[in-house]
């Protein structure tokens, strides 16, 4: 089911940032997510040929990123390549270069949470009325 869902949100013709692609382009990206996170050969051989494929940053980014938490020679080739494609994508590279200790990856959650949770406090302080 999740491969279909994979298959069924693949923006159609050239990239366009609209809304409605992407959101498609997330749902795409986080089904990949979810299909390799079972570290299959399927599964990474579906993310390599994401990488390898895409004509846009979003989905070659979300497919590096995915690659970067799966040991393995698909992995260093998308991360090797990603380097040398210059200090734009390197400079994203470097992080997940990093992903492959488990603690770097579960920092960034926690803190990802904090700074959502702080957010939405401080919208509920924005919103509420004044006296």
Do not use: C
């Amino acid at each position: 089911a999740l491969a279909k869902a994979y298959d069924g949100m693949t923006v159609p013709g050239a990239y366009s940032p609209d809304t409605a692609s992407a959101g498609r382009r997330a749902l795409r990206n986080a089904a990949l997510d979810l299909l390799a996170a079972a570290g299959t050969p399927e599964a990474i051989a579906r993310t390599a040929r994401q990488y390898d494929r895409a004509d846009n940053m979003t989905d070659r980014m979300a497919a590096l990123a995915t690659l970067a938490l799966h040991a393995g020679p698909e992995r260093e080739r998308a991360l090797a390549d990603g380097v040398t494609a210059g200090p734009l994508v390197t400079e994203q590279i470097v992080p997940l270069d990093r992903s492959r200790q488990r603690w770097f990856l579960l920092w960034t959650f926690f803190f990802g949470l904090i700074a959502g949770a702080a957010a939405l406090f401080l919208l509920a302080l924005l919103t509420q009325p004044h006296p």
